[in-house]
């Protein structure tokens, strides 16, 4: 750390400063940053400290579900059942044949230390229910943010760089499928395959979700096409593809993620529209949507059980809004590497 006094330049290895006044600075690696300069937080506790308090709530909730879906998956497939977790496919009041009795939990049950969001019109624990279906949601919304960013993002930043006939071809396809009513095109292409599996459910909306991901590369590729780091680049004769990988996709990546984050809420809404309307995973197998449509019929009965899966999804949905609203308003241009 130095004190300069008066007009200075003080050099830092290839970096200089000039201070105009009494100014402390101190080095950091090869930089010289100002005394009182707040730098932004790359570690994810210093992202999660700048949050504010409801994108905080909104965080650990996210993190929840993720580790709901995680532990059901864990105590279905790798632990045959032995962790303290309800099988959700287990009716408590059914007929054991071997015994000739019928289970001694009643259906519709309030919330008890045994069933902490009671049971279903099955006498089905809810909570493992509500826990495996989190992995329903959680499946569709990162394969078709993969599909988005990943394809999307690519053709997008392409387009937007090279222009030309590639990008009036490629964006003419894109506008056809976006003039479709999204959902009127999902119900019919799940139609056709006919097939209630989780993963072609969740490929089938990842690459409906590819128009909107490009169209917002595109648009950012367009303005960092013309930046000066862009230009210089160009100038030195560094060739296309080069300055795309370097310089045009790791700008547009920091606005696509937070693009994805709010896509994600969309993706939910719209898997847990399809489970609603059985068009989504194959009963029994539990989801959010499907919660809600079993419990419509004894909501005069017993209203909870139509009020959690409601609650679950509602939280998921505005968690994912103020994250990635959050990361928007954070996300910014990034410096030229070349």
Known sequence: MAT???????FAEDSVLVVAGSTVVQSVDDFVVPDGVKQKRTTPWGVFREMPFLVKLGTIWLLFVLFSAIYAQLD???????????????????????????????????????????????????LARAMHGAYVSVT???????????IGGLLGSLVGYVRGKTETVLM??????????????????????????????????????????????????LAISNREFVLAAQAIGTKRWTILRREIIPNV????????????AAVV?????????????????????????QARRDIKVNFGQILYPSVILTLTVLALNQVGDF???RSAFRGSSL
């Open 140 to 150: 569709v919304a990162i394969v078709s943010v993969m599909c988005g960013v990943v």
């Open 172 to 221: 003419a396809m894109i506008d056809v499928l976006l003039a479709f009513p999204a959902l009127v095109l999902l119900l019919a292409l799940i139609s056709l395959f006919e097939v209630r599996d989780l993963f072609v459910i969740s490929m089938i909306i990842g690459l409906l979700s590819i128009p909107a991901y490009t169209r917002v590369s595109r648009a950012n590729s």
């Open 76 to 126: 279905t497939r790798v632990f045959n059942g032995s962790l303290p977790l309800a099988d959700p496919n287990l009716q408590l009041n059914g007929f054991n044949a071997s015994t000739g009795t019928f289970g001694d939990r009643e259906p519709l049950e309030s919330p008890s230390w045994a069933h902490p969001l009671g049971t279903d019109a099955l006498a089905r624990d809810t």
């Open 269 to 293: 809404v719209v898997e847990g529209s399809l489970s609603f309307l059985g068009l989504s995973v194959q009963l029994p197998t539990s989801s959010w949507g499907n919660m809600i449509n």
């Open 4 to 10: 300069v006094d008066g007009d200075a330049e003080i």
């Open 327 to 329: 990361f928007q308003r």
């Open 253 to 264: 990546l920091p606005t696509l993620l937070a693009y994805a984050m709010v896509a994600a």
